[in-house]
């Protein structure tokens, strides 16, 4: 299982950037859920978007991002996307994307963006917001 991510980089506040992560070495069929966690220098890592296959495909937010943020898959190209909108600098951070084979019954936003609900990770990429 492989997961990477791109489309990071450097962008102005008020701007927008798109993450794009893609998959290798599984079928998307078998993802249960999928999400976008990030991580600012010092801080631990938060989830702040997730889609539950198991519940037909809800989106979960942090509210930190809710309204700015978008998640969505496209299981032909075995694809998770994250829209990020209206950015400040809040949203500097390194970006990881994340899936889970396993069915979990515990669902709600708490759940959905626990870190430790997720096996499998891509290895990062840099977002940085200058105001």
């Known amino acids: 299982v492989q997961l990477v991510e791109s489309g990071g980089g450097l962008a102005q506040a008020g701007g927008s950037l798109r993450l794009s992560c893609t998959g290798s070495?599984?079928?998307?069929?078998?993802?249960?859920?999928v999400a976008w966690f990030r991580q600012a220098p010092g801080k631990a890592r938060g989830g702040i978007a997730s889609?539950?296959?198991?519940?037909?495909?809800?989106?979960y937010y942090a509210d930190a991002v809710k309204g700015r943020f978008t998640i969505s898959a496209d299981d032909a190209k075995e694809t998770v996307y994250l829209e990020m909108n209206n950015l400040n600098s809040n949203d500097t951070a390194v970006y990881f994307c994340?899936?889970?084979?396993?069915?979990?019954?515990?669902?709600?936003?708490?759940?959905?963006?626990?870190?430790?609900?997720?096996?499998?990770w891509g290895q990062g990429i840099q977002v940085t917001v200058s105001s």
């Open positions: 994340a899936i889970t084979f396993t069915v979990n019954i515990a669902v709600g936003k708490l759940a959905m963006l626990q870190p430790r609900r997720y096996q499998h």
């Open positions: 070495g599984f079928s998307f069929d078998d993802v249960n859920s």
């Open positions: 889609i539950n296959f198991h519940e037909g495909g809800r989106r």
